[in-house]
């Protein structure tokens, strides 16, 4: 599309451009920050030029402040989609829980609606766990190639969504048509394998896309 190549994420039927519209600082209280209307030229911009992907999160702006809280991202994006009839069989949209003890059915379902409402949209193309719900090495940025499955039973990992809470949530909002399909950030491959399984366990869709760091200059997710 227009020069950009487009592929499936995983085995789903959902079509990404390579090259993606980050947002983590759109709207933010730094002082090199884009404002509204640089963020509004940027999709403009971007969908011109075959880029359908747009990555979010509840969590942005970073950094964030009163004037400018947490959430205010998708707002903008979601004025952006409002502008023009059609906006929104253009793009891909995907946006993040925040993850931790935040991740459970119950948040799950909830940050998506909140998420969904900044937007305004009836369904998120992909949605995400920023970080994973349960211990992991790898939750922090994804630096650690090393997983220690006894550190699920310390005391601070207790109380931990399990991996079929989960994926039954996320499979529950694909059948009421809030998603097309779930994933994960800053994980490893534990955790998108034991996904995997959960969502075969409890008969949901499985992962379709892991969102890890990569660059020139970190590749150890190819490990």
């Known amino acids: 599309v227009e020069g950009i190549r487009h592929r499936r994420l995983g085995n789903s039927d959902i079509a990404v451009s390579e090259l993606a519209l980050g947002?983590?600082?759109?709207?933010?209280?730094?002082?090199?920050?884009?404002?509204e209307e640089l963020c509004h030229a940027f999709l403009d911009r971007g969908v011109a030029?075959?880029?359908n992907l747009i990555d979010t999160a509840e969590q942005y702006p970073i950094p964030s402040d009163r004037l400018?809280?947490?959430?205010?991202?998708?707002?903008i994006i979601g004025r952006w989609l409002r502008k023009g009839t059609g906006r929104r069989n253009k793009v891909v949209l995907c946006s993040k829980i925040t993850g931790g003890r935040n991740v459970n059915k119950r948040?799950?379902?909830e940050d998506c609606e909140?998420?969904?409402?900044?937007?305004?949209?009836d369904t998120l193309d992909v949605y995400l766990l920023h970080w994973p719900a349960r211990y992991t090495p790898q939750s922090n940025w994804g630096q650690s190639l090393q997983y220690h499955v006894e550190q699920e039973q310390a005391?601070?990992?207790?109380?931990?969504?399990?991996?079929?809470e989960i994926a039954e949530a996320?499979?529950?909002?694909?059948?009421?048509g809030k998603l097309r399909g779930w994933g994960m950030c800053n994980d490893n491959a534990y955790?998108?394998?034991?996904?995997?399984?959960?969502?075969?366990?409890?008969?949901?869709?499985?992962?379709?896309?892991?969102?890890?760091?990569?660059?020139?200059?970190?590749?150890r997710v190819e490990e």
Do not use: H
């Open 49 to 51: 030029a075959g880029i």
């Open 23 to 35: 947002t983590q600082r759109w709207g933010g209280a730094d002082y090199n920050s884009p404002d």
């Open 107 to 109: 948040s799950i379902k």
């Open 170 to 176: 996320m499979g529950e909002m694909i059948a009421e």
């Open 155 to 164: 005391p601070w990992n207790k109380s931990a969504a399990s991996f079929e």
């Open 191 to 219: 955790g998108l394998t034991a996904s995997c399984y959960a969502a075969r366990a409890v008969g949901a869709p499985p992962p379709c896309v892991l969102q890890n760091d990569f660059s020139v200059i970190n590749r």
């Open 68 to 75: 400018r809280p947490e959430g205010a991202t998708e707002a």
């Open 114 to 121: 909140g998420s969904l409402r900044r937007l305004g949209v």
